[in-house]
């Protein structure tokens, strides 16, 4: 405390200000070298919003922690259905399951996990509100450690393990913490989005991983990969206590990328979060509802399409009549752990659809993939004979259409982001983890029991109308305005960004008249922060038919300023020749300034292309209308064109430092030559009107 108490006092006391003659007192520089000998410790979190190599590794070690939770909480489920078959001929199987049959058996233990997951998701998100998020992740994180020796060592009797399985349930639901993380850091929208892909992506992955980890484990026991699960979560805990840093409280994150579509936005600030005050309790729980809806309706296509379907199509049957099954255990095995796998393609392609469909409609897309990818799964199933091509195009259609049917899944984070408050994202992400959870823990032990008590195919054609109805419930989340599809963005040289004048390059945007001093301070500004410089709009003549008085009035003002514009940057240019000490422009920044500003790599050549072209398009019409039939006289119009445009540069439209000097000083002679006509045709006009002759707007 005492070196706090000094640090204060080193910048407060009233020696630390300048004296009467306004020069520093000799007592301030004592300060500063006293200051410079104290260590000091820089908070973490100003890293966190500063350095990009800190915010990365400390995503990473969320990312890390959330996937090793995933592998604990499936990490092994590849082996419940020999589990719970005592005839399996596994000495590690369970004696009895009663009173539940294989299917309700098998689907009950990870539902115990799944149902402690989602009760302790309506709480941690809210207690990661209010405590932290790092601490928080911290204390699930150890005590998922031990939870997984404790499971060990309940085995030996069904019961025990289930409820060995829910209680350390409720220490594994941290993906709402690491959601919620997401949202306290990143505030552009795109970005926010795929990293919150991203986060349910390594969830996936690692419930996907667990499973692969069980299956690699075969031959040392059902339940030893506990172990490894254990050892992943000590691994987990010190990387995120060694990088994991804590956000800053009341502090607003922007995004550090330095670059175009992230530096300059526009004033209405669309990619960055606008967070409301209050949630939206109506479009939250439309969210939620879809969300449960979605995660029953995705029972029907995982895991009952492989267990009990596969697993009955392309193997009991044959085992019951002593023949070669098509499909093995083994291969049912890893079917269902790699399966998950497929989420990777998945996160890499929801950005575009995000794009064109919205938000929204890439849930409604994604629940409507679920139906038809489960029906066309349970048709190759009931209708076509068990063979191996018949497996093989199940599996096809299986790993095909398994990555459009996530969608619906990574949806729901970036929904959900969108209408939470500052204060509320670790709640809103945390019944977004329940809703999930509920979903997944007891609709497959409901669906195991219509299994057992009806059929397999009355089971999955329930999760086929599920995923129907997940489908409608989401459907009116697409007219929100932050979830809809958004209107596309005009390019950037058609765009206002921010610190500039709103009302200024809104005139130039239109293609009205803007003075040629703030047209080019505003090309300044652009060229030196990167930015593409405005390409206004060419009317159409048809538009600007009746003002051409105006335009032609106008043309005084910008002939003159570019011709003195050109004098200012000779007039620089040879004063450097005979004093390099006193060169006003260099030639390097000027050459680069002038090639950025007309065709730098910064520019949309298509949008400069079009722009030229209406250019062309109006001059034709201009002609005609005015009695030049270009139809007719095309080439007498090409050799006027030419007079009135000299060339300004012999090799082509890039400038360099050897042609700059006889670009500027060409360009002076036509602006000279313009504006000195300018000024005769006016006086010509003035005279005539005096005189009561002509009454037009000129000899424009």
């Known amino acids: 405390m005492a070196g706090d108490e000094e640090a204060v006092e080193l910048v407060g006391g009233s020696e630390a200000a300048a004296d009467d003659e306004g020069v520093m007192s000799a007592s301030l520089y004592d300060r500063f070298d006293q200051w410079r000998s104290h260590r000091y ?404 032990w409901v669906f195991g029991l219509l299994a057992d008590a009806t059929s397999t195919t009355a089971a999955i054609i329930t999760g086929i109308c599920f995923s129907v109805a997940a489908a409608l419930a989401n459907a009116p989340l697409m007219r929100h305005p932050l979830m809809g599809k958004q209107s596309p963005k005009p390019p950037a040289q058609k765009r206002i960004f921010k610190g500039e004048d709103e009302e200024i390059v809104q005139k130039m945007l239109s293609g009205s008249y803007v003075d040629p001093e703030l047209t080019l301070e505003i090309a300044k500004h652009r060229a030196m922060n990167g930015m593409p410089t405005v390409v206004p709009r060419v009317r159409p003549y048809g538009e600007e038919k009746e003002t051409l008085g105006k335009l032609a009035k106008d043309a005084s003002a910008t002939f003159e300023f570019r011709r003195e514009l050109a004098d200012r940057i000779l007039a620089g240019l040879a004063s450097g020749k005979d004093d390099p000490e006193n060169l006003e422009f260099s030639k390097e920044e000027l050459v680069q300034f002038l090639n950025t500003v007309s065709r730098g790599d910064n520019q949309d050549q298509e949008l400069i292309h079009q722009a030229t072209t209406d250019l062309g398009v109006w001059m034709g019409d201009y002609l005609e209308d005015n009695g030049y039939s270009p139809h007719t006289a095309s080439v007498l119009m090409k050799q006027m064109f030419m007079t009135a445009f000299p060339r300004l540069t012999d090799d082509g439209p890039e400038l360099t430092e050897e042609n700059l000097e006889e670009y500027l000083i060409r360009n002076r002679r036509v602006m000279n030559s313009y504006a000195e006509h300018k000024k005769k045709t006016s006086l010509l006009g003035i005279f005539a009107q005096n005189a009561g002759g002509y009454h037009g707007h000129g000899w424009w």
């Open 41 to 444: 410790i820089l908070p973490r979190h100003y890293k966190l919003q500063t350095e990009e190599d800190t915010r990365k590794y400390s995503l990473w070690s969320v990312n890390f922690m959330i996937t090793c939770s995933a592998i604990n909480t499936k990490m092994l489920n590849p082996n419940f259905a020999i589990m719970c078959n005592p005839y399996s001929g596994n000495p590690a199987s369970f004696e009895s399951t009663s009173p539940f049959g294989f299917n309700s058996a098998t689907y009950f233990i990870p539902m115990c996990t799944l149902i402690g997951v989602a009760i302790a998701s309506i709480f941690i998100g809210t207690m990661s509100d209010r405590l932290g998020r790092k601490s928080l992740m911290l204390v699930l994180g150890w005590i998922s450690a031990v939870g997984s020796i404790v499971k060990y060592f309940t085995r030996h009797t069904f019961w025990g393990f289930c409820i060995s399985n829910f209680i350390f349930g409720f220490f594994l639901g941290n993906l709402p913490i690491g959601m919620a993380y997401v949202g306290d850091i990143e505030q552009n929208q795109k970005k926010k989005e795929q990293l919150l892909g991203m986060v349910v992506g390594c969830f996936v992955l690692g419930s996907s991983g667990g499973g692969i980890i069980a299956v690699l484990m075969a031959d040392v026991g059902l339940f030893a990969p506990l172990w490894v699960g254990a050892g992943l979560m000590v691994i987990a805990n010190i990387l995120s206590h060694k990088y994991m840093i804590e956000p800053a409280k009341n502090v607003v994150e922007k995004p550090i990328d330095i670059d175009i579509e992230d530096k300059f936005t526009l004033n209405e600030d669309d990619e960055d979060v606008k967070r409301p005050e209050v949630i939206d309790q109506k479009t939250l729980w439309n969210i939620v509802g879809g969300a449960l809806l979605d995660n029953i309706g995705s029972t029907g296509l995982f895991p009952l399409c492989l267990s009990p379907l596969a697993l009955e199509t392309y193997y009991a049957q044959f085992e019951m009549k002593g023949e070669e099954p098509v499909m093995s255990i083994l291969a049912y095995q890893w079917l269902s752990v790699c399966v998950a796998l497929l989420v990777i393609p998945s996160t890499q392609m929801t950005p575009w659809f995000f794009e064109r469909l919205g938000v929204a409609g890439v849930c409604v897309f994604g629940n409507s993939c679920t139906a038809i990818v489960t029906s066309v799964l349970l048709l190759i199933a009931t209708a076509f004979p068990a063979t191996n091509l018949s497996f093989g195009f199940f599996v096809f259609s299986m790993y095909s259409g398994f990555p459009f049917t996530v969608f619906s899944q990574l949806t729901t984070g970036p929904m959900l982001d969108a209408i939470a408050p500052a204060d509320k994202i670790g709640f809103v992400q945390g019944l977004n983890n329940a809703s999930m959870n509920f979903g997944m823990a007891l609709a497959p």
